[in-house]
């Protein structure tokens, strides 16, 4: 559906949220992980989030136990799918309107921010593993990074297009 993101399941079992700020049709999204949830509901979170990100990382701290903080850093991901059940908080969006939006699903889906310095069609959006910074890539040729809290872009990269012709004989 144009000018919708639906992610199914984020709030509670069976649960829509519904995401609508795109003018046009949205070319990719990607939800946050744990790492970018810390520093977004740090920053933009509600009450409520922000205890529940503290109860998993006293949590993920094995309650003082060194063996089980190991154990749970080792297998960090596992941990959090399986013994959390740990759900995504935000989802980034972008769009040929050539706008990233990043909505805050438990508060029902509302934007947290806009990010609006590409040119041309939003191609991928992905939040980096210390969850600090969004990076972007368009048709703009152009690679963006942005600091998710001084909501700002870093670093603008241009990209070179390269088109890969394969052989027409089979090399052996």
């Known amino acids: 559906y144009k000018n919708i993101l639906s992610s199914g399941g984020i ?37 409520q989030q922000k205890e529940e990100m503290k109860k998993i990382a006293k949590d993920r701290l094995g ?7 190991m154990e749970i850093e080792a297998n960090e991901e596992e941990w959090l799918l399986n013994t959390v059940k740990y759900q995504p908080q935000f989802v980034a969006s972008g ?16 934007m947290t ?8 069609w939003i191609r991928c959006v992905a939040f980096t593993a210390s969850g600090k910074h969004l ?8 690679l963006l990074v942005f600091d998710l809290v001084a909501k700002r872009m870093l670093r603008k990269i241009a990209v070179s ?8 004989k089979r090399i052996v």
């Open 135 to 142: 990076i972007s890539c368009a048709d703009d040729g152009l």
């Open 11 to 47: 709030k509670e079992e069976g649960a829509t949220t519904m995401v609508n700020a795109h003018t046009n049709n949205i070319t990719c999204a990607t939800f946050s992980h744990f790492e970018a949830d810390k520093v977004l509901v740090e920053h933009y979170g509600t009450s």
């Open 63 to 69: 309650g003082g136990d060194e063996k089980k903080q």
């Open 113 to 120: 921010m806009s990010l609006d310095q590409h040119e041309n």
């Open 95 to 110: 769009s040929r309107d050539k706008n990233i939006f990043i909505y805050n699903l438990a508060q029902g889906g509302q």
């Open 161 to 168: 297009y390269t088109h890969l012709t394969l052989p027409t």
